[in-house]
């Protein structure tokens, strides 16, 4: 009916809806533009879900959009879905990239890389990290993983790492 703003203002408020069902019907609409989507997605954690199905369209804009503006919090869960529909690495370096690294909780993002054993994939932009200021442990723990993991030097790696404390 073209009321997209109140379906928006629905997906947002109401508390009286079936997550779930609301998702699929939602996806069978094939919308022009996937807000409501993504708000019943963020709200009742189906980030995983959404990523699979903005993946699987092509709407790479909207999975952007959502980690930069509507919830960075959520990138390591957007990372992982990406991972697991194997996406270009270009696009996920890109897509942290364009996230403010606070924004973003780094040990589940290592975690959810990790667990797929793509934590290299992560060294420009846990490098990034550490050079805008970032001083949290996660940074140094997963650098050092890289790092051992590889075989350039790690010795030297590590211990550079430890150095930028």
């Known amino acids: 009916m073209g009321q997209l703003q109140e379906v928006e203002r ?15 019907f939602l996806k069978e609409q094939k919308l022009t533009e996937q807000l409501p989507l993504i ?14 199905y903005l993946y699987k369209n092509q709407q790479f804009h909207s999975i952007e959009a959502y980690v930069q ?13 990406l991972l697991d529909v194997d996406c270009d690495e270009n696009i996920i370096k890109n897509m942290l990239a364009s996230v403010p690294s606070q924004s973003i909780p780094i040990d589940e993002l290592v975690s959810e890389v990790e667990s ?3 934590l ?19 940074v140094f723990d997963a650098l050092a993983m890289i790092y051992i993991d590889s075989t350039h030097n790690p010795q030297y790696n590590v211990l550079r790492v430890r150095d930028s404390c």
């Open 39 to 52: 708000i019943v997605c963020d709200r009742f954690n189906l980030v995983h879900d959404l990523v699979l």
């Open 116 to 118: 797929r054993n793509r």
């Open 10 to 24: 629905i997906c947002r408020e109401s508390n009286y809806y079936d997550a779930t069902r609301v998702v699929n």
């Open 120 to 138: 290299k994939l992560l060294l420009p932009f846990l490098e990034a990290t550490l050079q805008a200021g970032n001083q949290q442990p996660a």
């Open 69 to 81: 503006r509507i919830n960075p919090g959520r990138t390591p869960a957007v990372i992982g879905g």
